[in-house]
């Protein structure tokens, strides 16, 4: 009876084992092709980020954005700027804050018009 029951619990172990390490080279797997789907944005993203000094986080934030529409950002940067605006009672480091963050947000827009472009190219030059 010890024998049996010995026996079932390595063939339960190792089917367990098969099935995780499966699970791992299928997660393995897509967690390369998501890396290489954001290689490129993602660098240049990043070199945004280092060149303005301000996050794309950072910057939805200042301007109060949740969605990359060129209007909504146009909108709330105009407001904020001339809420800011020394001759008004505001602060010139809260303006130029709004101005780098527009500037940031700006570029990233710039990065994912250029990655669609892209993408379009690569599907029309596939068919």
């Known amino acids: 009876m010890a024998k049996y029951l010995a026996q079932i619990i390595v063939v339960g172990a190792q089917v367990v084992g098969r099935a995780f390490a499966r699970a791992l080279r299928q997660e393995y797997a897509a967690s390369k092709a998501a890396a290489e789907a954001r290689g490129r944005a993602g660098r240049q993203s990043a070199a945004a980020s280092s ?5 794309l986080q950072e910057a939805q934030q ?4 949740a969605q990359m529409k060129q209007e909504e950002i146009q909108k709330n940067y105009d407001h904020l700027f001339k ?5 008004v009672g505001g602060s010139f480091y ?7 963050a527009k500037e940031r947000l ?13 993408q379009k190219q690569s599907k029309e030059a596939e068919t």
């Open 106 to 118: 700006d570029e990233e827009l710039k990065i994912e018009e250029t990655n669609a472009s892209q």
């Open 94 to 100: 809260l303006q130029s804050k709004v101005v780098r």
């Open 83 to 87: 809420v800011n605006d020394k001759s």
């Open 62 to 65: 200042i301007l109060n954005v």
């Open 51 to 55: 060149i303005s000094g301000m996050t």
